[in-house]
T-cell receptor, first 113, second 115 residues
Framework: GQSLEQPSEVTAVEGAIVQINCTYQ??????LSWYQQHDGGAPTFLSY????GLEETGRFSSFLSRSDSYGYLLLQELQMKDSASYFC??????????????FGQGTELSVKP | GAVVSQHPSWVICKSGTSVKIECRSL??????MFWYRQFPKQSLMLMAT?????????EQGVEKDKFLINHASLTLSTLTVTSAHPEDSSFYIC???????????FGEGSWLTVV
């Protein structure tokens, strides 16, 4: 079967840095992506890693270690608006070949003043 | 970025009736559409994958006769929940993938409440 593990909730203060980890056990793997979802809204794409290493996109960075089946999302300079659920998701083939996503259970991030 | 429009955003229907949710890609041709459902505070569960002009591929445990998916054009996919029951109440989200795109774009989601 497929499983992705991430913490259920994380709390941090404005301006801080927070890391959300994701470990996966899947039969096959192509890439790991991260999505943000605010209450009642649709997921928004944040970042994607197909190769080992760090990808930086503004305040958000994502890391992947394929050998460890592990990745994380790093959020810097936290803002109140970053309070949301964050999902890691595994894809099994490249997106442009019709790759579907299998999502983790999500991490609820609460940013406090 | 690319836009995927989903309609309706909210729908309430009576038990036993059917309801249709539309997913349109507005500025790209979605060769593949994915349909997910999400219960409150839970993950997105993939229901099915549809390629334009082909029958949808359903995930294990998803009843294909209950959740009818049509992807007749490159810009429109529909999900019809047939004979809806209260346990079908959920947030349904579509996503689209276009040729040459490197990411999947999600619709805004549709809240279905069956009473």
């Amino acid at each position: 079967g497929q499983s992705l593990e991430q913490p259920s909730e994380v709390t941090a203060v404005e301006g801080a840095i927070v890391q959300i980890n994701c470990t996966y056990q899947t039969s096959g793997f192509y890439g790991l992506s991260w999505y943000q979802q605010h209450d009642g809204g649709a997921p928004t794409f944040l970042s994607y890693n197909a190769l080992d290493g760090l990808e930086e996109t503004g305040r958000f960075s994502s890391f992947l270690s394929r050998s460890d089946s592990y990745g994380y999302l790093l959020l810097q300079e936290l803002q109140m608006k970053d309070s949301a659920s964050y999902f890691c998701a595994v894809s099994f083939i490249h997106y442009n070949q019709g790759g579907k996503l299998i999502f983790g259970q999500g991490t609820e991030l609460s940013v406090k003043p | 970025g690319a836009v995927v429009s989903q309609h309706p955003s909210w729908v309430i229907c009576k038990s036993g009736t059917s309801v249709k949710i539309e997913c349109r890609s507005l500025d790209f041709q979605a060769t593949t559409m994915f349909w997910y459902r999400q219960f409150p505070k839970q993950s997105l569960m993939l229901m099915a994958t549809s390629n334009e002009g082909s029958k949808a591929t359903y995930e294990q445990g998803v009843e294909k006769d209950k959740f009818l998916i049509n992807h007749a054009s490159l810009t429109l996919s529909t999900l019809t929940v047939t004979s809806a029951h209260p346990e079908d109440s959920s947030f349904y989200i579509c996503s689209g993938l276009g040729q040459g795109l490197n990411t999947i774009y999600f619709g805004e989601g549709s809240w279905l409440t069956v009473v």
